[in-house]
């Protein structure tokens, strides 16, 4: 079944693609608005967290995409930070989100 894309998909994918809006976003969400993330530092990555799971004989393919990825230094270390954008509610969120980062974890 595939799914169909609303316009607020679109937009917040439009949003958070810009290094300055992704980084302000992000300062605010984690450093109370700190300018602790640079924009000129961030890193795309690929969202694709697909990996195969199984039996070595048998493997299972399992797809997954995450809507934004980017790698930020911080100090010299280094974060991973990825967005998902939900038009709707669900529940099971978190459990997705769980199952993105144990896939990237696996690759």
Avoid: W
């Amino acid at each position: 079944m595939s799914q169909i894309r609303n316009a607020s998909d679109s937009t917040c994918k439009k949003l958070f693609r810009d290094d300055g809006c992704f980084a302000d976003i992000c300062n605010y969400a984690f450093f109370q608005g700190k300018q602790i993330i640079k924009p000129e530092e961030l890193v795309s990555r690929e969202n694709d967290v697909s990996t195969l799971m199984g039996k070595e004989l048998l493997p299972m393919e399992t797809k997954r995409y995450r809507d934004i990825v980017r790698k930020a230094s911080i100090n010299g270390d280094y974060m991973i930070i990825g967005v998902e954008h939900q038009s709707t509610l669900d529940k099971n969120m978190i459990i997705r989100i769980l199952n993105y980062d144990a896939q990237l974890y696996i690759n």
